[in-house]
């Protein structure tokens, strides 16, 4: 951290489970590198990645007299990482931040490019802002801690990099999911793959305004189900998992994919263990709940969503769609 220019003091935005697993090791690395440590603390879960917390951290860094060039440091998963990079973005109209991602799902996707934020009531990530990690420390070690669920959830995030942009990369999960999944050398090599493509359409499209919309393959209707589950129900992954089947099948419906591509998908997230429709949700969804949850979406234009829909393994489409485009069997929603 010091060669990248950051010095001075340096807070650590974790949550109380992580910090009572890393918190000492981190603040005692950050002591020797010559830095100044103070621990700010969030409540563990979806639901704190708000703007009552980042006022929370406000207090604190205002509290430690933290400077232009003194670093945050996010330890732990994506809300962490979310929450801790807006609060880097916004106070002092900017401070470096570094990434320490210590779940998978954080690994592979949200502590890669860029975006920070936090929820409102009405929906995921409705306030954020692009803002740039001086640097992000991947331990993976750090995933023995977690439990089967989280590490599948994980893995939803990895099997969308495949659909989108790796034809080659999805079949190595489709033959290795077993050994991912029992943390081994397979797992490594995904999260390599899955950071590979996400920095290569980050470079193309960093604050999307074309390409990089591509990643949010099953996130439209995955964020829909957070949002109207109150982010109590189902992990990130899982709801993802759920959005990115359904919009496989609403592809197939509108002939933009062959059945292999969409049973392959299906295929996949089952065998991962992950969630395929709404009906796995006890959370009694409506499908008004789900469609107002849509409707306030940042990807919304001119009263439409920009989906992005799967040609192939592999290759992906956009399509601008309204309420009525979404047939609810194909959604799995029950009532």
């Not at 000492?24 to 700010?40: N, T």
């Not at 998978?104 to 740039?132: E, R």
């Not at 496989?248 to 292999?260: E, I, M, V």
Request: proline residues 3%; charged residues 25%; hydrophobic residues 40%.
């Amino acid at each position: 951290m010091r060669e990248g220019g950051l010095s001075g003091k340096a807070a650590c935005i974790t949550n109380p489970i992580v910090g009572k697993l890393y918190g000492d090791r981190a603040f005692s690395s950050l002591s020797r590198a010559g830095f100044e440590p103070y621990r700010i603390d969030i409540p563990d879960g979806e639901e704190y990645k708000s703007l009552e917390w980042v006022s929370h951290i406000y207090d604190k860094l205002i509290e430690y007299r933290m400077e232009r060039q003194s670093p945050i440091v996010a330890l732990g998963g994506g809300v962490v990482g979310d929450i801790a990079g807006f609060a880097a973005a916004t106070y002092l109209r900017g401070i470096p931040y570094v990434q320490v991602p210590t779940t998978l799902l954080a690994q592979v996707d949200s502590s890669v490019g860029g975006k920070t934020g936090v929820n409102h009531p009405m929906g995921k990530n409705l306030i954020g802002s692009f803002y740039q990690p001086k640097m992000v420390l991947i331990d993976v070690d750090a995933l023995k801690t977690l439990e089967p669920r989280d590490i599948k959830a994980g893995l939803a995030e990895v099997i969308k990099y495949g659909i989108i942009r790796d034809s080659g990369f999805f079949a190595f999960l489709e033959s290795n999911y077993k050994d991912a999944l029992a943390l081994g050398d397979s797992l490594v090599y995904a999260i390599k793959v899955s950071c590979s493509i996400k920095a290569k359409v980050i470079e193309e499209d960093e604050t999307e305004t074309g390409v990089r919309a591509i990643l949010n393959f099953g996130h439209t209707l995955g964020h829909a189900i957070e949002a109207a589950t109150h982010y109590k129900e189902l992990r990130h992954g899982e709801a993802v998992a759920i959005g990115m089947a359904a919009a496989a099948r609403l592809s197939l419906k509108l002939g933009l994919c062959n059945k292999d591509v969409c049973q392959r998908i299906e295929g996949l997230l089952a065998k991962v263990g992950l969630p395929t429709k709404l009906s796995a949700v006890s959370y009694q969804l409506s499908a008004k709940d789900l469609f107002q949850a849509m409707e306030i979406d940042k990807k919304m234009t001119g009263g439409k969503i920009k989906f992005v829909m799967v040609e192939d393994i592999g290759r992906t489409t956009f399509r601008q769609l309204d309420r009525g485009d979404f047939p609810l069997d194909l959604l799995g929603i029950l009532n």
